[in-house]
């Protein structure tokens, strides 16, 4: 039993070592010839503002189809519900939190924008 806790440790400690030895790589191999690690992300994310800012940008733009496909199957909960009052409760609670659920995602992301602005103007490009 010793032995299979043994293998099973350093099993899981060959990713992180993998991941190292790649960092490793990539930082002796910068685009630009300097030494030490890289930015592997674009120069519009150099900022954590900014960062921040396209990360909800992308939930957005992957939320809003889910959005709209709760927004429909809450229509056909309601219509389905033919004046039973308890699938009208079911339908009226599903409704209730995907307009939670959109404004949640929405309001992060003003939110972040705003700051990012603030930032920015505080900072100084």
């Known amino acids: 039993m ?3 806790r043994k293998i099973g440790f350093w099993l899981s400690c060959a990713p992180a070592l993998f991941l ?10 910068c685009a630009d010839g300097s030494s030490g690690l890289c930015n592997p992300l674009n120069p519009q ?7 921040i800012a396209g990360v909800l940008k992308v ?4 939320a809003l189809p889910v959005i ?13 519900a033919q004046g039973n009052p308890g699938k009208l409760d079911e339908a009226r609670k599903n409704f209730v939190w995907v307009v939670i659920g959109a ?11 705003l700051i990012a602005g603030t930032v920015s103007q505080l900072v100084g490009p």
């Open 59 to 62: 939930v957005v733009m992957l």
């Open 103 to 113: 404004l949640l995602i929405m309001g992060a992301w003003v939110l972040a924008t």
């Open 45 to 51: 994310f150099s900022t954590i503002p900014a960062f």
């Open 20 to 29: 190292a030895s790649v960092a490793v790589a990539h930082a002796a191999n």
């Open 68 to 80: 709209v496909l709760f927004f429909v199957v809450a229509g056909f909960q309601f219509i389905s």
């Open 2 to 4: 010793n032995i299979l």
